[in-house]
């Protein structure tokens, strides 16, 4: 990665970092307090601030996140479910996925956490992947990302903008990582550094308990880091990433497994979304010629688990007829899965039988109605059957439950365009663009939808309505700026 990557992104986090410290100081009219970040730590709700300006970035700018909602849907659920066993936060929690094969996970401030793909088709059962997050669900709830910047100010800002350069940086090039870090202020990164045994055994002890309340067996925290460290020498630069940014030590894994033996052993059952979910991902890593056999992977997995990796495989190469068969016939032995039924509709959809997709997708809906993919393959196969007037009845119906949803207001957008409603498309495109943090242009597309004059009278007050808002946002963040 370049220098001259660093310090673009460098500055699209300081900037709000450092306005964080302004506010703080001279709140602009109609802003939170955020509380005194320059005299001590830095607030939960400005922590979740900075997590949400890093997670825009990585989200619209950073080439390897994942944009996969079957996966990033799987990590929530799992996420939130160990989350609910955490200690006492008030802090929600996002997880998301990075598309990188080397092994490491992460926590952005305001509970934030990414996970490398890599480290998903490494995990070996679900309870090894859980012990990862409740590990870094733990760094989030004791708060030791705040308490690494306090009593610091304004260098303490300047360290953690310089610690999430290093995390993006790190999911292409380790050493350019390492780099982006040398850049922040020596004493902020010597404090880190003291910090992190500590920081590392508290996560461990508190990730452990999260991992046995939350019905995992407790063995997999022992087992993954056990084998993270023997099998250390096979990875790029002797130690794989998540090693590096979590120093594992022989200490910490005697004093995990010290714990473990005096926790009562669990038989977890299920599991069956994770290792769908594995599988997605390894054959999505490998090339299309690559056959189930030769992804070793895969080894020892079960046969209706690698029939699930044959059928996505041959989608993958546009052997559609063979992928169909596959399709049917896990469901029909009962894989009564979403993951299967997605994988039935992406067949359809690419044997271009936009009628069948749609009833099946709707069917599947109805059985999974929180899995998202469904929902956004049934649009989508409606705008393809040229059935915008339904496409649009079906993305309005969901859009309320979920307004940051930005692919929702996007398929919105597609299908007001192909009804031919000019003020729709550019009233779900102005959503888009606010979810990007862009709210210039997101008041550019309500002023176009005013102006297009197809909108009738409840549309148009709901668009003058909605302009009034985000001017009115746009205001206060220009105001936000302006004492910066």
């Known amino acids: 990665m370049q220098d001259g990557y660093h310090s673009t992104v460098k500055r699209r986090l300081l900037a709000p970092l450092l306005s964080l410290i302004l506010a703080c100081q001279a709140p602009a009219a109609g802003l939170p307090d955020l509380g005194d970040v320059?005299?001590?730590?830095?607030?939960?709700?400005?922590?979740?601030?900075?997590?949400?300006?890093?997670?825009?970035?990585?989200?619209?700018?950073?080439?390897?996140?994942?944009?996969?909602?079957?996966?990033?849907?799987?990590?929530?659920?799992?996420?939130?479910?160990?989350?609910?066993?955490?200690?006492?936060?008030?802090?929600?929690f996002s997880f998301f996925a990075v598309s990188d094969r080397s092994l490491n996970a992460f926590a952005l401030p305001g509970g934030?956490?990414?996970?490398?793909?890599?480290?998903?088709?490494?995990?070996?059962?679900?309870?090894?992947?859980?012990?990862?997050?409740?590990?870094?669900?733990a760094h989030v709830t004791q708060r030791h990302i705040a308490q690494l910047v306090a009593n610091q100010g304004k260098t303490g800002m300047i360290m953690l903008a310089s610690i999430l350069v290093a995390i993006l940086a790190a999911s292409r090039n380790p050493q350019a990582a390492e780099a982006a870090l040398a850049t922040g202020s020596a004493a902020g990164i010597q404090s880190q550094l003291s910090y992190s045994r500590d920081f590392e055994r508290e996560a461990d002890r508190v990730g452990l308990q999260i991992l046995q309340d939350s019905g995992?067996?407790?063995?997999?925290?022992?087992?993954?880091?056990?084998?993270?460290?023997?099998?250390?020498?096979?990875?790029?630069?002797?130690?794989?990433?998540?090693?590096?940014?979590?120093?594992?030590?022989?200490?910490?894994?005697?004093?995990?497994?010290?714990?473990?033996?005096q926790m009562r052993y669990r038989q977890v059952a299920g599991g069956e979304a994770f290792r769908l979910v594995r599988a997605k991902l390894i054959v999505d890593a490998e090339g299309p010629g690559t056959e189930?056999?030769?992804?070793?992977?895969?080894?020892?997995?079960?046969?209706?688990v690698k029939a699930y990796a044959r059928a996505r495989g041959a989608l993958k190469a546009r052997r559609v007829s063979e992928a169909g068969s596959l399709a049917d016939k896990l469901s029909a032995e009962g894989g009564a899965l979403a993951l299967v039924a997605g994988l039935k509709g992406e067949v359809l959809r690419e044997a271009r039988d936009w009628d069948a997709a749609v009833r099946h997708y709707r069917r599947a809906s109805e059985q999974f109605p929180a899995h998202r993919a469904l929902a956004y393959g049934l649009i989508e196969?409606?705008?393809?059957?040229?059935?915008?007037?339904?496409?649009?009845?079906?993305?309005?119906?969901?859009?309320?439950?979920?307004?940051?949803?930005?692919?929702?207001?996007?398929?919105?957008?597609?299908?007001?365009?192909?009804?031919?409603?000019n003020s729709g498309r550019h009233r779900a495109q102005a959503e888009v663009y606010r979810i990007q943090g862009a709210l210039r242009a997101a008041v550019e597309q309500l002023e176009l939808a005013r102006a297009a004059g197809d909108a009738d009278y409840y549309d148009a007050s709901a668009i003058d309505s909605r302009l009034r808002d985000l001017k009115r946002e746009l205001q206060l963040e220009r105001e936000a700026r302006g004492a910066g």
Do not use: K
């Open 292 to 304: 189930v056999d030769e992804m070793h992977l895969l080894d020892g997995e079960p046969a209706w």
């Open 381 to 421: 196969s409606l705008i393809d059957a040229g059935r915008n007037p339904e496409a649009v009845t079906e993305a309005r119906s969901r859009v309320p439950g979920n307004l940051d949803d930005a692919r929702m207001w996007a398929l919105l957008a597609r299908a007001q365009a192909g009804r031919g409603s």
């Open 216 to 261: 995992f067996d407790v063995r997999g925290m022992a087992d993954f880091f056990e084998r993270l460290q023997r099998n250390s020498r096979l990875y790029e630069n002797n130690a794989p990433v998540y090693m590096r940014t979590h120093p594992l030590t022989t200490e910490r894994i005697s004093d995990i497994g010290n714990r473990v033996e």
């Open 38 to 92: 320059g005299a001590g730590e830095l607030s939960p709700l400005a922590e979740r601030r900075v997590g949400e300006q890093a997670m825009r970035d990585i989200r619209w700018h950073e080439q390897a996140y994942l944009e996969d909602v079957e996966v990033e849907d799987y990590l929530n659920d799992l996420g939130r479910r160990l989350a609910a066993h955490a200690p006492q936060t008030s802090q929600n």
């Open 112 to 137: 934030f956490i990414g996970v490398h793909s890599g480290l998903i088709m490494t995990a070996r059962t679900e309870s090894e992947l859980a012990s990862v997050l409740g590990h870094e669900i």
